[in-house]
């Protein structure tokens, strides 16, 4: 999921609700007897704490292509037909079939020190003994073509590919605590150093993504980078572009140990023992449950988020709170409306990671339910609060999701923001699968909880950053959102805003439909 969310400038903003008599689930009874069952059921009986267990302790990290992968989508189909829904995993392409294994990282000259880091994700493992050498900093050349002569230094060494950072305290530290001048004299000195490991990078005549390739073919035994985000302890735990070395990121503490060391001719050696598994390839799924409907069974609510993660933590917040929070909610209709008007359909989407495969081949593979779904309610931003929904370009979406909405006791929704008409989502979650085949799908963005440097992605998104009782409101407000569009007597209108025109005077295009990514890349 990326990690921000994009609002029009030409919307106009409404602010729903601004009154909760309490900050616990004892509010005033509604007008709707429904409304009512579903609060209660939710603040009686959750078991959004047994799902996260399950999902995010128990299973753990889900990237696509792993054993962990295919273990969430069958714990999520079983759960599903326990709970009485109709579910299966639906096979829609091919992954690099990877189990990470154990990593151990140690630095033994010149002295010995365990060191922080992990594998990135699909990394060849190493032998089984583990590799031992010196770790190089990446040669620096005026030119591609001396950086091709320098690349033989890299030979049978590990190399450094991200640049130093002067200081491992986070910006907010030294805005407090340094005087004026200290705090202006390092932000000088990152900033020429950040500018100094551009140029090296553009002088070798390879993108940083691109080089880890180049310095396998030259003969390195392992390549060393460190994605901090500027949090202490956070680092953002991607792929590797290497297929025979292993890549390893390590902490901001202990590259910059190697770092300084390096620089300063001290040559010293670390010994990396990866113990991944190459499983060749494995089959991609979407989990798919369904609660069918009475009078409009061949017309659908999706509720929806994806299942997969990055696996440098157990994808807590990205997006383990989306998958338990649309259980709950799907649970909590499955209790108190036992036979809706159209069917529930809960899309638990795959891949969504490498560029939405999931959603998109859910799209791609059923045409037939294109103008039978009635809305797409996804949930892919995080811990907090639902505080943000957009229009996302449907000229009546302020009609019905505002009426929806009424439904909604102001203390489920009194920090929402509903921005009319929004404009069509490209990209950054599931939603934009459906948007861009004119299906009205909306995106129900949460409060940061610092969620952009802290858990996005990172080595530290894990259960403990859940923060229950907001993500107990959402499933409240999420259920009574879907109870509502399933009961609607008609389907809603999916009338389409005239897009802005653009600078050189063409009109903005409705976002085009993207194929899934069906087989990895080599």
């Not at 128990?58 to 759960?79: E, F």
């Amino acid at each position: 999921m990326k990690k921000s969310l994009h609002f029009s400038k030409y919307s106009r903003v409404i602010v729903v609700g601004l009154f909760c008599v309490s900050s616990t689930f004892l509010c005033a009874q509604t007008k709707d007897k429904v409304v009512d069952q579903i609060i209660e059921e939710a603040t009686e009986h959750s078991q959004l704490e047994n799902y996260a267990f399950e999902l995010i302790d128990v299973i753990g990290p889900r990237l696509v292509g792993t054993p962990q992968m295919k273990q969430a989508h069958d714990w999520v189909k079983n759960s599903y037909i326990g709970l009485g829904f109709e579910a299966r995993n639906e096979a829609y392409g091919t992954w690099k079939a990877w189990d990470r294994g154990v990593t151990t990282i140690a630095m033994t000259s010149p002295r010995i020190q365990s060191l922080e880091g992990r594998q990135l994700a699909w990394s060849p493992a190493t032998v089984k003994k583990g590799i031992e050498a010196e770790v190089v900093v990446l040669p620096e050349a005026t030119t591609a073509a001396e950086f091709k002569e320098l690349l033989k230094q890299v030979k049978g060494k590990f190399v450094l590919i991200s640049k130093n950072t002067i200081s491992g305290r986070p910006d907010h530290q030294w805005k407090e605590y340094a005087t004026p001048e200290s705090y202006e004299k390092y932000k000088k000195e990152q900033a020429e150093v950040d500018g100094a490991w551009a140029k090296r990078i553009s002088n070798t005549g390879h993108s940083l993504k691109e080089l880890p390739k180049v310095l396998e073919s030259a003969g390195a035994v392992g390549v060393l980078m460190s994605y901090w985000t500027g949090i202490m302890g956070a680092n953002r735990v991607f792929g590797a572009e290497t297929t025979r070395i292993p890549t390893v990121d390590l902490s901001v503490e202990d590259y910059g140990l190697l770092y300084r060391l390096a620089e300063k001719g001290q040559k010293p050696r670390i010994h990396v023992q990866a113990d991944s598994k190459d499983l060749g390839t494995t089959e991609t799924y979407n989990t798919i449950a369904e609660l069918k409907g009475s009078e409009k069974a061949d017309e659908y609510v999706v509720l929806s988020a994806h299942l997969d993660s990055w696996d440098g933590a157990t994808g807590a917040t990205d997006n383990g709170t989306g998958i338990i929070t649309i259980m709950e909610a799907a649970r909590i209709l499955k209790k108190v409306l036992p036979n809706p008007k159209r069917t529930i359909l809960i899309g638990n989407w795959g891949s969504e990671e490498q560029g939405l495969n999931g959603s998109r081949a859910f799209v791609a593979d059923h045409p037939e339910l294109h103008d039978k779904i009635q809305v797409v309610l996804n949930q892919d931003s995080g811990t907090g609060r639902i505080v943000n929904l957009s229009g996302q370009g449907f000229l009546n979406s302020y009609a019905f999701l505002g009426d929806w909405l009424q439904a909604v006791p102001e203390a489920y929704k009194s920090d929402l923001k509903t921005t009319f008409l929004g404009s069509p989502s490209s990209s950054g979650s599931d939603h934009s699968s459906f948007v861009s085949v004119g299906i009205p799908a909306f995106m129900l963005g949460s409060l940061n909880w610092g969620y952009g440097g802290y858990t996005w992605h990172t080595n530290r998104d894990t259960y403990d950053k859940i923060v229950f009782d907001d993500i107990r409101s959402n499933a409240i407000l999420i259920a009574i959102l879907a109870y509502k569009a399933s009961e609607a007597d008609e389907m809603v209108s999916r009338e389409k805003i005239e897009l802005p025109l653009q600078k050189n005077g063409d009109r903005e295009s409705w976002p085009e439909v993207k194929q899934p990514q069906r087989i990895a890349p080599k």
